[in-house]
């Protein structure tokens, strides 16, 4: 607790601490500007459908690289090394492509503001409350993994208290998030994603030149730690096994992330046209191919240079800024990576509240809501996801890592919700009955591994294996929807391009 409360002393220069205020300052201005904007509860969850493509492109990945895989990720090349990159190239490309082919398309066509909504027009509102539910608790615990990563950035770099870090990031993300909805989400994510490429370059020359130029680097961690080179770890590993890679993360976890995460997805339901929804994800795919190298050199260049082990893995990368870069340029590296995190916050908040507002409170009250009170009722839903965060954020101090904590979250329900998915969109025969009973099923089969002691990739397949079995085995024995209910949701019913909100 002491450590939560506690200031540090730590040498810090005014150019730094200027370029810090600056930011924090302007961005929180930047972003509260979009209040105008918003005047309907389209305008506040979907930007009023109106994000051209590159802003959707840039937005998807400046709220991918946060936490996960500017802090998360350097962190955990310190600890393991090369096969952290596993999570941007298996884990994200090839299910970028298929979302934006397959997955993207029916949920325009569908009409819908979320992913629980489809998952409620193609099964049973059942089935969207419980989703809703279950990716809205996600979204509050990984706000919190989002504001916990913020503050040890703080804490490492100036020393302040972990509690206070939270709290002054909490209410810089949450006054131009709950001020401008998805727009304000947006168009500050594409400002910060400029930052935190420009800072991420820098951070690789930087630290490349202070180990002695690129060939002295690759040659000191090829004698002192050949195991950290090696892009797929053994069987036994029990972190990342290399059939758990290949199974639970290529095949489950990251089209499961990619296709079915509302934060994601949200951007590409408030495009202006179908296209401009596919080709983002398809820009989002080739930005990320330049991702890996940024994300996992820092942690190569703390685990050389740090004179002594670092206490947690993930203080790789807030070490790197603060002891291998000279005044300023430190300053605003540091500001890149702060943008990385706030943008994850931002578009974690946005998220949770159009699920709580429209698919949890909307389907459980008799009577829905006007628009203008369903437009107070998701900034309401907003301020209190956020609370929420600064709640759990201390949860993550629990886990060997960020990355750790958040895949493990994910493989309890990525998996049912995937074959939900997928199955719902390529066979009409799957039953309203055979979702939900699958989906429950299936959640408490993926506990049932956790409590186990399973490894998680594993958990993320097998849990997907066991939904796809239940649907097809339960809807050999249960009515299906009729073709009129089913159309624009799955692959066979297509009858027109889009439909309006």
Not at 26 to 51: C, E, N, W
């Amino acid at each position: 607790m002491d450590n939560l409360l506690s200031f540090t002393h730590t040498d810090v220069s005014w150019i730094d601490l200027g370029l810090l205020f600056a930011y924090l300052a302007g961005i929180t201005v930047y972003g509260y500007l979009f209040k105008s904007r918003v005047h309907t509860s389209r305008d506040y969850f979907l930007a009023g459908k109106s994000l051209p493509w590159w802003i959707i492109g840039m937005s998807i990945i400046g709220t991918n690289i946060g936490s996960n895989d500017y802090v998360g990720g350097a962190g955990g090349a310190y600890r393991i090394g090369m096969a952290q990159a596993n999570f941007e190239w298996i884990g994200a490309i090839p299910a970028m492509i298929i979302a934006a082919f397959i997955f993207i398309p029916f949920y325009w066509r569908a009409g819908v503001f979320s992913i629980p909504e489809y998952l409620g027009k193609r099964y049973s509102e059942s089935v969207r409350v419980i989703a809703a539910l279950i990716l809205s608790l996600f979204s509050v615990l990984i706000v919190g993994v989002f504001l916990w990563a913020t503050a040890l950035m703080l804490q490492t770099y100036l020393g302040w208290p972990i509690l206070l870090s939270i709290f002054i990031t909490a209410g810089v993300v949450g006054l131009y998030t709950v001020s401008g909805g998805l727009a304000a989400v947006a168009y500050t994510d594409a400002v910060q994603l400029v930052i935190m490429f420009a800072g991420a370059v820098v951070v690789a020359v930087v630290g490349v030149n202070a180990a002695g130029g690129a060939v002295n680097f690759a040659t000191q961690l090829q004698e002192r730690f050949p195991d950290h080179l090696h892009t797929f770890l053994p069987s036994t590993h029990d972190e990342f096994p290399w059939p758990g890679v290949l199974l639970g993360l290529g095949l489950v976890l990251s089209p499961a992330y990619w296709c079915t995460n509302q934060a994601i997805m949200q951007r590409c339901l408030g495009a202006r046209t179908e296209w401009d929804g596919k080709a983002s994800m398809m820009f989002a795919a080739m930005a990320k191919t330049f991702v890996p190298l940024l994300i996992v050199l820092p942690g190569f260049f703390a685990l050389l240079m740090a004179p002594e082990h670092l206490g947690l893995s993930d203080q790789a990368l807030p070490w790197v800024v603060k002891n291998l870069l000279p005044p300023g340029v430190s300053g605003l590296l540091f500001v890149a990576f702060i943008a990385a995190l706030q943008s994850s916050v931002s578009s974690t908040l946005n998220s949770a509240s159009v699920m709580v507002t429209r698919d949890i409170l909307g389907v459980i009250r008799s009577k829905r809501l006007d628009d203008a009170a369903e437009l107070r009722m998701g900034r309401m839903i907003t301020i209190a996801a956020l609370a929420a965060g600064i709640l759990c954020a201390p949860l993550t101090a629990q886990f060997r890592g960020i990355y750790v904590y958040v895949q493990q979250l994910l493989s309890f329900f990525q998996g049912p919700v995937f074959a939900l998915l997928l199955m719902g969109i390529l066979f009409k025969r799957i039953t309203p009955r055979a979702g939900l009973w699958s989906l429950l099923l299936g959640l408490g089969f993926a506990a049932l591994l956790g409590l186990a002691g399973l490894n998680m990739l594993y958990m993320a397949f097998w849990s997907f294996v066991m939904s796809v079995a239940l649907l097809f085995m339960i809807s050999a024995f249960t009515r299906p929807k009729s073709a009129s209910e089913l159309e624009n949701l799955t692959y066979t019913s297509v009858v027109k391009e889009v439909v309006d909100v």
